[in-house]
């Protein structure tokens, strides 16, 4: 199984930061990316990071860069990574972990999602709003919808959170975060 990683949003990409300014969701997504990439490369997955650049990469060429390495490859999924977010200002109450697929996504994409949300699930990272009984969310994202592969979005806690922020502003939620997908992945990898 061929995994390819987006980390979605560049510097560009205006409004994508905490109310304080102290995270950036370019910086933290690309972060996080590099670790899922250099732990699958450790285990001998293969996976080839989407956007290499800082530099904001529109969502079709995103796609076009997925459906070109990946094509109809059954053994090749993405996993998008981003920071949620509740509003465009202000601190709010929403947080956790939750991930994205696509309302015609494949059982493939749906498998993957629960078993991402079941993980976050057991360490404790689950979010305080309601969920769709299946436990991922569906919605019409275009990095989802526009790739050929089996395609999930994670949103990894929520930036404009105070409690979400403090644990992402923390030197261990990288590799925590990175190790949730990780394991994840190689286990999905073995069973398809």
Known sequence: MRVLIDNGHGAETAGKCSPDG????WEFNRRLAKAIAAGLT??????????????????????????????HDADCVL???????ASSGGWHNARGWCAFVAPQASEVSRALARNLVERAGALGLGGNRSVPPQGYWTAPLAICRGTRCPAVLTENMFMDNRGDLAYLLEPKAIGELAGLHIEVLEAFAKRI
């Open 42 to 71: 450790l285990k001998g997955i293969a996976n080839t990071l989407i956007v290499p650049e800082d530099s904001d990469v529109p969502l079709r060429e995103r796609c076009a860069r997925v459906n070109a390495l990946c094509g």
């Open 22 to 25: 102290r995270l950036r969701e």
């Open 79 to 85: 996993v998008s990574v981003h920071v949620n977010a």
